[in-house]
T-cell receptor, first 109, second 117 residues
Framework: KNEVEQSPQNLTAQEGEFITINCSYSVGISALHWLQQHPGGGIVSLFMLSSGKKKHGRLIATINIQEKHSSLHITASHPRDSAVYICAVRVQGAQKLVFGQGTRLTINP | DTGVSQNPRHKITKRGQNVTFRCDPISEHNRLYWYRQTLGQGPEFLTYFQNEAQLEKSRLLSDRFSAERPKGSFSTLEIQRTEQGDSAMYLC???????????????FGPGTRLTVT
């Protein structure tokens, strides 16, 4: 079993819909990252969080440390949000990131 | 552009050839990471450097792979005797660590896509 699991693997929605992507992990962590990857490969960091909730524009990330679970929400989704969203954790005491397999999001106009 | 840069962006090579990739981190960043990403999967850790010292290597990094960061600035990743299974996106990231924060942001480069034919 992977240390970081994301669901769903693929998500297709209509423009304007509220989107939720989930991430569960099985190890103790010092931080969790949400990343966005567009076709062509470049990765952009959206959020880094270790507790609570963060908001940036239409994006909201939450984390529940006790339940080892995080969610990424997108409000009023737009076709330009179409990308792969990746959850990654920094394991306590380690330096590297451990990544989920990604969620491919497609927003249709 | 002051972000992480990687060269080349794409490399096509024949099986058995050697290839070398370069990563230039954000200039004051002391940590540099290499990751590999195969199609449809999330990235996997390969190795990381603190300044010029290579501090951790994944078991994924076979003896055909070698990474260096000779002056603590840019890094190179060399793959010898390439195999078709080496086809992947090779990602570099950097961070500035050692201050008061517990965890530091990693900034990713655009990646080098390797195709071994």
């Amino acid at each position: 079993k992977n240390e970081v699991e994301q669901s769903p693997q693929n998500l297709t929605a209509q423009e304007g819909e509220f989107i939720t992507i989930n991430c569960s992990y099985s190890v103790g962590i010092s931080a969790l990252h949400w990343l966005q990857q567009h076709p062509g490969g470049g990765i952009v960091s959206l959020f880094m969080l270790s507790s609570g909730k963060k908001k940036h524009g239409r994006l909201i990330a939450t984390i529940n440390i006790q339940e080892k679970h995080s969610s990424l929400h997108i409000t009023a989704s737009h076709p330009r949000d179409s990308a792969v969203y990746i959850c990654a954790v920094r394991v306590q005491g380690a330096q590297k990131l451990v990544f989920g397999q990604g969620t491919r999001l497609t927003i249709n106009p | 552009d002051t972000g992480v840069s990687q060269n080349p962006r794409h490399k096509i090579t024949k099986r058995g050839q050697n290839v070398t990739f370069r990563c230039d981190p954000i200039s004051e960043h002391n940590r540099l990471y290499w990751y590999r990403q195969t199609l449809g999967q999330g990235p996997e850790f390969l190795t990381y450097f603190q300044n010029e010292a290579q501090l951790e290597k994944s078991r994924l990094l076979s003896d055909r792979f070698s990474a260096e960061r000779p002056k603590g600035s840019f890094s190179t990743l060399e793959i010898q005797r390439t195999e078709q299974g080496d086809s992947a996106m090779y990602l570099c990231a950097s961070s500035l660590e050692g201050g008061l924060a517990v965890v530091y942001e990693q900034y990713f480069g655009p990646g080098t896509r390797l195709t071994v034919t």
